[in-house]
């Protein structure tokens, strides 16, 4: 990755600055960099929302949640000449995000130089649109500006085009970078390294070799406050359209030719296309839908989805997701993708199993009468790692052949002496700021996303089955148990 050069500063203009990805994940981030030395001596942060702060209201606002979140509650953790720094890039502006008029008076607060600017939507996307017409209107848009937006860019196919549209009438599709902040993690980065650095696994990834694959993201979370939101969505907007799926095509993909934005999305975009349609027909034996009750969590009691804060009692909203996911292509044809994801669940786990084929036949018969196939463990979250599973001889003279099964484990904070895990969001920022788009996801892959979960979604509506139910701080429905076992697989617990 390239460092910021030295030439240029940025503005990075943050659209919903006091919100919550705000103050927990962006403005830490940029932290982060400055104390990395990664931010321009001249760059400057522009917050823009509609509430009433000045920048010392914004000062402290901003300080008060790098205590929380960067230093842990300590704010003697943070560098005081960082802090220093950071504090006098620090501007506020505000806006009201649909008077078009109003947005002369950023104009004025945005420097006249010719800096390069950031401008990150952190808004709900139906108010995208707005901030373009905005900008447009007070000639604030550059050809060297950059637009960030968050997921999720519409609610389906048909109003993440309008979304796409919209913002698209200001920014060239080379200025926009749709973020999936998975694509950010540490562990799904190393995917690319892992399949295309080694040549163990680039020549043994295949239907040849691999029997099937699990990727499973589960969260501790419940819905944390944002049930209304949380609500409209449900877990195969919030998760699967968007992070299982990116993770899915890393995984399926085909060599890029490099590692430019080009080449990694069309190879990405090609597996999400050739993702076999579920829809009313075979949506039965292809997914299961839950919805988390009152259950046990960490010891402690917590309430159903029907039970939070909020919460509208007839929902069928769906917490819980498993899919048989197919690639209809050469490499994957026959090899299921199972994906699960859901919020309540035990523990904060997320992870990729990779199990390869069985061996033809069996000459250890006489020591071990069913010999396991060769699993690769991706453990995303936490304890982030790389693990083998393979069968090794117990060294030992009375018995000549004697084995079992071990791993081979590549423990990342063991490894690299627990140096800290980069937040996604810093390295995301940096690459904006670097105008490197390869770990952005292209309009064509939001929309051949959409178009494959909006079956799964509409054949979930004709169903008209209410969501099964699984107590929080267990793995899911039963059912989600039965769409492997049909295939006589199990989930790695
Ligand atoms: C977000 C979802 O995109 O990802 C949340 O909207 C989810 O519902 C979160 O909790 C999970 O991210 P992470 O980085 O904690 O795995």
């Known amino acids: 990755m390239k460092n910021i050069d030295s030439q240029t500063a940025s503005e990075i203009v943050i659209f919903g600055a006091v919100g919550d990805l705000s103050r927990r994940k962006l403005l830490p981030a940029l932290f982060e960099l400055d104390l990395a030395g990664l931010l321009h001596v001249d760059s400057r942060i522009i917050g823009v929302a509609r509430q009433d702060y000045n920048n010392e209201a914004f000062v402290t606002f901003v300080m008060e949640n790098l205590t929380e979140f960067v230093a842990k509650g ?36 945005l420097s006249k130089e010719f800096f390069s600017r950031v401008y990150y939507f952190s808004t709900p996307p139906a108010i995208y649109g707005d901030i373009g017409d905005g900008l447009a209107h007070a000639k604030l848009i550059k050809d060297s500006d950059r637009v960030v937006m968050e997921k999720p860019i519409g609610h389906c196919l048909e109003t993440s085009k309008v979304i796409n549209d919209q913002v698209s009438r200001h ?4 200025q926009i970078y749709r973020i999936d902040h998975y694509l950010g993690k540490e ?15 680039t020549n043994n990834w295949d239907r040849n070799c691999i029997d099937h694959v699990q990727i499973t993201v589960a969260e501790s979370v419940g819905i944390e406050g944002r049930w209304g939101f949380y609500d409209e969505a449900g877990q195969m907007r919030d998760m699967i359209q968007n992070h299982l799926l990116q993770i899915l095509s890393l995984l399926a993909m085909e060599p890029p030719a490099d590692l430019s934005a080009d080449s990694v ?15 009313r027909n075979n949506v039965k034996e292809k997914t299961v839908r839950g919805q988390y009750t009152d259950g046990y969590l960490n010891g402690g009691a917590v309430p159903g989805y029907l039970n939070e804060e ?33 919020k ?29 196939a060769n699993k690769l463990t991706i453990r995303l979250q936490p304890d982030e790692g790389v693990e083998l599973q393979m069968m090794n001889k117990i060294p030992g003279i009375a018995n000549q052949m004697n084995i079992h099964e071990n791993k081979l484990d590549l423990s990342f904070s063991q490894t690299y002496n627990n140096e800290r895990v980069v937040d996604a969001y810093e390295r995301l920022m940096l690459e904006v700021i670097n105008g490197n788009q390869s770990l952005f996801v292209s309009r064509d ?19 008209n089955d209410a969501p ?15 769409l492997i076992a049909r295939d006589d697989r199990q989930w790695v617990e």
Do not use: C
């Open 74 to 109: 300590d704010v003697n953790k943070l560098d005081k000449d960082v802090v220093q720094r950071f504090s006098s890039r620090l501007v506020f502006q505000k806006l009201d995000f649909k008077d078009t008029a109003s947005y002369k008076n950023l104009g004025q607060t």
């Open 171 to 174: 920014f060239k599709e080379n």
């Open 187 to 201: 562990t799904v980065l190393n995917l690319l390294v892992l399949r295309f650095a080694n040549s163990l696994f």
């Open 265 to 279: 999305r069309a190879e990405k975009l090609k597996v999400i296309k050739a993702l076999t349609a579920i829809d």
């Open 310 to 342: 909020g919460a509208n009692t007839n929902s069928n909203t769906e917490t819980f997701v498993a899919i048989k996911a197919e690639i209809d292509n050469w490499r994957w044809a026959g090899v299921p993708f199972y994906l699960r994801t859901g």
């Open 344 to 372: 309540r669940m035990p523990a904060k786990h997320s992870e990729i199993v990779v199990h390869f084929k069985k061996q033809p036949l069996n000459i250890f018969q006489d020591s071990y009468s069913d010999l396991p």
């Open 445 to 463: 892959e939001v929309e051949a996303a959409w178009t494959w979960a909006d079956s799964i979604i509409e054949a979930w509506k004709s169903t």
């Open 468 to 482: 099964k139910p699984y107590a929080a701080g267990s793995w899911g429905p039963v059912s989600s148990i039965s």
